[in-house]
């Protein structure tokens, strides 16, 4: 028997909850977000549907240009309660086959399954898509492989509503060709400097970098390249756990006051911090992201000696983080924000304790 991971997207997400209590507007463009004729705004699109996103429209996108690329467009407002009513239905659903769930954000969420042939991992793919449909009247797209990273990969290529299954003796065959954005964690930025290098698929990825590359990437480059020869990155035990958790606030108007930014921060790492003990994930990672009003952004990390749980650690080490950044930017251009994110990674199962030197108190042996 060989293990599967089925990772399980459910399409565009928001608007397909909306489309449960308003079957009447399936198969019209539906765009989840402020509705830009209200009034000005700042806001973003948070889903659109396949006949929006046809007009150009995707999320994150401003308002105001989704109303201009798709003009008869119909706007729904966010209900964040009732998405979140909506993924616990999800993951109660495939609990009830599959009994452990890893819910890797909002709208994913992954499964182990044992199955001798892809074949008949695929089938239970595809009976996984029906009974969402027919149960919970989500519709996904589900990507099957012996890896988390390829079956994510493969779950974004079944879009929308497919299954695509990845044999381990073709995983090489299947990325190769994909562009290099396709890699968790590859955004534009890091796409387009990998671009200067003559880097633009995986395959090409997957040859390895060159010196200078290596040089700029580090440790990430090397990271990169693993997930292009289709290794699997473990950083805990569970090859499902997810590997990042963000929160993110924009703020009505630029803000320049850093205490009003600090505030927002200490929240926002807070909030990050009981979604984690929910999940039992320590942290190794912080990060601490600004938009400015110019809309570039600027990130500072650290990583602790050592995983670590609580609100307070987090919180304490994301101000520091925050102070940090708005101490150089002050030297600068003193650019207002416009959105500012805490974010956490390399995370760890609650249980799996490490020895450290902060384990020794003077009074006993390491805390465990």
């Given amino acids: 028997m060989v293990r599967w991971v089925l990772y399980i997207d459910i399409d565009a997400f928001y608007v ?15 765009i989840v977000g402020p509705d830009p004729s209200k009034g000005p705004t700042r806001g973003v699109v948070l ?3 396949y006949e929006a996103r046809a007009f150009g429209v995707r999320s994150a996108m401003p308002v105001g240009e989704a109303g ?27 609990a009830l086959r599959f009994g452990d769930v890893v819910p890797l954000s909002i709208d994913e969420a992954a499964v182990r399954v ?3 042939e892809a074949d008949d991992a695929g089938r239970v793919a595809r009976e996984v898509q029906a009974d969402l449909k027919a149960e919970v009247h989500l519709p996904s797209s589900i990507g099957v492989a012996t890896s988390r990273t390829v079956a994510k990969i493969a779950s974004d290529r079944a ?23 396709s890699i968790p964690g590859v955004g534009p930025k890091t796409e387009a400097r990998l671009a200067t290098y003559g880097i633009a698929t995986i395959g090409d990825l997957a040859k390895g970098l060159p010196l200078a590359a290596r040089r700029e990437f580090g440790d990430t480059g090397r990271f990169f390249v693993r997930l292009a020869r289709g290794e699997e990155i473990i950083e805990g035990p569970d090859v499902l756990g997810p590997r990042s958790r963000s929160s993110d606030r924009t703020f009505e108007a630029d803000v320049s006051d850093p205490r009003e930014v600090e505030v927002a921060v200490d ?3 807070r909030e990050l911090a009981e979604s984690l003990a929910k999940e039992r994930l320590r942290f190794q990672t912080v990060a601490v992201g600004v938009r400015w009003e110019d809309f570039s952004r600027t990130t500072r990390s650290r990583t602790l000696a050592a995983a670590a749980d609580g609100a307070e650690r987090v919180a304490t080490t994301a101000r520091r983080l925050f102070e940090e950044l708005w101490a150089a930017e002050a030297a600068g ?11 956490t990674e390399r995370f760890r199962p ?6 450290t030197l902060d384990g020794f108190d003077g009074a006993g042996p390491p805390v465990k």
């Fill in 16 to 30: 397909s909850c909306e489309l449960r209590d308003r079957p009447d507007l399936a198969g019209r463009p539906v």
């Fill in 47 to 49: 889903s659109a549907s």
């Fill in 68 to 94: 201009r690329r798709c003009p008869d467009a119909i706007w729904i407002s966010a209900d964040f309660p009732k998405y979140g009513r909506a993924a616990e239905e999800v993951r109660a659903r495939l």
């Fill in 114 to 116: 044992e199955a001798a």
């Fill in 159 to 181: 879009k929308p509503g497919g299954v695509v299954v990845v044999r381990p003796e073709s995983v090489a065959s299947f990325l190769a060709p994909l562009p290099a954005r």
């Fill in 267 to 269: 929240r926002l790492a």
């Fill in 333 to 343: 251009r003193q650019r207002k924000v416009r959105t500012v994110s805490v974010h």
């Fill in 350 to 355: 609650a249980t799996d304790r490490q020895r």
